[in-house]
């Protein structure tokens, strides 16, 4: 079964920290990259980070940058958001995701780039 499984959402206080997972093990399909969303009440969907698996290239919307790092654990099939000094705007439902093609870098953040998206993870920054 194909599957996408993100962990790691919680509650933590602006200046806080959270390390969000995404396991693709249960992926059996050849992917060119991996990316979080998040998507907060009344807000579309953003793209927050990319990793392109061909070259090992990362991208970040202006929300994350600096404070924000993906990574990617081959041997546990698993991508990593870090993310330190959260802010309350920070507050969302965050998504990984997996695209099966690459219409290049200044796409990376175009939802209709992801075929497969997982459940979510929530994400609440308040004191």
């Known amino acids: 079964q194909t599957q996408l499984v993100e962990s790691g959402g919680g509650l933590v206080q602006p200046g806080g920290s959270l390390r969000l997972s995404c396991s693709l093990s249960r992926f059996t399909l050849p992917y060119y990259a991996v990316a979080w969303f998040r998507q907060a009440p009344g807000k579309e969907r953003e793209g927050v980070s990319c990793?392109?698996?061909?070259?090992?290239?990362?991208y970040y919307g202006d929300s994350g940058k600096g404070r924000f790092t993906i990574s990617r654990d081959m041997a546990k099939n698993t991508v990593y958001l870090q993310m330190n000094s959260l802010k309350p705007e920070d507050t969302a439902v965050y998504y990984c995701?997996?695209?099966?093609?690459?219409?290049?870098?200044?796409?990376?953040?175009?939802?209709?780039?992801?075929?497969?998206w997982g459940q979510g993870t929530q994400v609440t920054v308040s004191s």
């Open positions: 990793l392109s698996t061909s070259d090992g290239f990362t």
């Open positions: 995701a997996t695209a099966l093609r690459w219409w290049g870098e200044t796409a990376w953040s175009r939802r209709d780039m992801y075929d497969l």
